[in-house]
Every structure is written in structure tokens, then in C-alpha cells.
């Protein structure tokens, strides 16, 4: 299996730009989190989907960010419009359904994000 | 509101030491306590803890819980340069689709 996979690796963008990271889940997976880390705060989780369906985002900062999972092998985060503070590490994880198995989170290698 | 403390923030030891990574928690509900290895890259999963007293093992890892106490520790032997990494700690919600909150994380250094 090819693990989580995210995309870009690395993103640098200008101030006021919109930002749209993706996340490709492991297949089977039916849970998804967004995670975002920085050296002042941590590892913070900003939003996760169970079976497609957004069940908490009370991580999510503000209202220029969104998230959306389409289908089960896709999600995407979307800042509109960035700002310098949301520069950061942005981490994609998933995690079996419960009753299969171990169910840890799985993370994805993440997305460096710096705005300028 | 609910927390992960973890102690000490960051810690430099030379190979062969023995080191204890410490991991406290105050959340209104328990499901299990997941430690985590982050190496300059994502967090790669340890171990997962939902019952008392019971030590999980893995190599020279290992980690038990206290759920009276509320804590959880590491200990990593013989340390290698390796085991350099930050060392994370999160709470488990039940019924919550597996939501995790995360502590601030070790920062270990172990020098040749």
C-alpha cells in the first residue's frame, strides 16, 4: 500500500492567494483528519471526516478555511485567503474502520506551507 | 478544556542511556493513549494503550499507563542515535470517529 499520500510537498505562495492542498486516504480507510503543526502549538487537528461526512470542525481557525472529502479516496483543504500565520506543516492522516484491526491514524508525509 | 502535558519539553542523553519520556492528561472522556515517533517527517505509530498496567513492548520500547494517575510514560534503553526524533502523545475520544488531541511532544537528542 502506498500509505497517505499528499500533495503539493511544498508550497510557497504570496499573501492573499488561495491555497488548496489534497489528501488521498489508504484505500479502506474510512476515517480522515487534517492536521496542522507549528512550533508554537503543536500537532492540532483542524477537521476529519468519517465515511465522506465532516463530523468535527471546531480546529478549523477561521472561515477562510474549508474542507471537503468528495468522495473516499479524495479531500481537499482549501485557505482563501492565506495569510503569513498559516504558515505551517499540513498533515493528512486515515484510519481504518473500527473493528478492523489496529486503528491507529495513518499520517501522510505533509504539506510545507509557507505564505509570504 | 482538555490537555496532553508532556515532560520534558526536550532532552539530550548519549548512546547507551536509558531515558523516561513522561505524558499527563486531563480530558472528560478516555478511550486509549497513542504514543507516536515523529522523525522530521510524519508521525509514525508506537504503541496503543487502553488498559492500566499493562506494559506494551516493542525492541528496546516500551510504554505502560496509569488511567488512576492519569499518565502514561516511554522508556526507550540502550538509546541509539536513531531514536533522535520528537516523541508525541495523544488521547483518544470514544465515539468520536477516532479524534485525537495531541501533547506538545519530547524533543529527544541522543549523541554519539
Known amino acids: 500500500d502506498a500509505g497517505v499520500i499528499q500533495s503539493p510537498r511544498h508550497e510557497v505562495t504570496e499573501m492573499g492567494q488561495e491555497v488548496t492542498l489534497r489528501c488521498k486516504p489508504i484505500s479502506g480507510h474510512n476515517s480522515l483528519f487534517w492536521y496542522r503543526q507549528t512550533m508554537m502549538r503543536g500537532l492540532e487537528l483542524l477537521i476529519y471526516f468519517n465515511n465522506n461526512v465532516p463530523i468535527d470542525d471546531s480546529g478549523m481557525p477561521e472561515d477562510r478555511f474549508s474542507a471537503k472529502m468528495p468522495n473516499a479516496s479524495f479531500s481537499t483543504l482549501k485557505i482563501q485567503p492565506s495569510e503569513p500565520r498559516d504558515s505551517a506543516v499540513y498533515f493528512c492522516a486515515s484510519r481504518p474502520t473500527l473493528g478492523q484491526g489496529s486503528h491507529e491514524q495513518y499520517f501522510g508525509p505533509g504539506t510545507r506551507l509557507t505564505v509570504t | ?112
Request: glycine share 8%.
Open chain 2, 1 to 112: 478544556e482538555d490537555k496532553v502535558v508532556q515532560s520534558p519539553l526536550s532532552l539530550v542523553v548519549h548512546e547507551g542511556d536509558t531515558v523516561t519520556l513522561n505524558c499527563s492528561y486531563e480530558v472528560t472522556n478516555f478511550r486509549s493513549l497513542l504514543w507516536y515517533k515523529q522523525e522530521k517527517k510524519a508521525p509514525t505509530f508506537l504503541f496503543m494503550l487502553t488498559s492500566s498496567g499493562i506494559e506494551k513492548k516493542s525492541g528496546r520500547l516500551s510504554s505502560i499507563l496509569d488511567k488512576k494517575e492519569l499518565f502514561s510514560i516511554l522508556n526507550i534503553t540502550a538509546t541509539q542515535t536513531g531514536d533522535s526524533a520528537v516523541y508525541l502523545c495523544a488521547v483518544e475520544y470514544p465515539n468520536q470517529g477516532g479524534k485525537l488531541i495531541f501533547g506538545q511532544g519530547t524533543e529527544l537528542s541522543v549523541k554519539p
